[in-house]
């Protein structure tokens, strides 16, 4: 029986430069670039998906679990917007980081340190956030079987990831690690990348349907991540519990 998606050298490697990840200038300035477009796609789709008010944008009433949360940088902007956040990650460093943040900004987020096959918890949750996160763990398929448990009957997880092309290997670690080096060296390996429809044959498993697939590319000229339906470097997608 499996048990663990845990990848430790993946963890050891974010766990070095944990410090960091408030840095808008530092190893994590990717994600800070990235953050704006990966807040509006998770709050206009809730909203929509939930029949909220949207003139407010309060994401009030809603419990989010962030999986692989790092420091924080989604679970505080759902937070601000009203919702309950809770964060796992299984770096005790990130989780620390992130729980400092917090306190200083004086939200309540409750932070974990654990993986989401060995969280304990009761609760059962309208959103789950898997951003960034599945390129890095041991097992896909268990991975995202273990989190689906904590999914509420209609409620959403987002899937943000790699596809599995040349065009990503080129762009993703040739170009962002090696020539523009927006990225720590090593930060990628190309043979954990995943396809949109491998992810979807293994959300099926989980009894997860696809209800959005958009791909986000980054535009030089305004400097900024843009939604598109170019889907062969980076994508996000968004499922269903049936």
Known sequence: MK???????????FSKIAEEWW??????????????IRISYIKENIINTFNLQKNDGSLKGIKILDIGCGGGLL????ARMGADVFGIDASDKNINIAKL?????????????SSPENFKTDNKFDVILNMEIIEHVKDVDFFLKSCSKFLKKNGIMFVATLNKTLKSYLFAIIGAEYVLRWLPIGTHEWE???????????TKQCNLTLDDLKGVKFNLVFNEWKLSNDKSVNYIAKFIKN
Request: glycine share 2%.
């Open 3 to 13: 048990t663990n998606t845990i990848n430790k050298k993946e963890i050891e490697k």
């Open 23 to 36: 840095d808008p200038d530092g190893k994590f300035k990717p994600l800070h670039k990235f953050n704006p």
């Open 75 to 78: 679970s505080e902007p759902m």
């Open 101 to 113: 943040h917090a306190e200083k900004n004086k939200l309540k987020i409750k932070y974990f340190c």
């Open 192 to 202: 954990k990348f995943i396809k949109p429809e491998e992810l979807i044959n293994i």
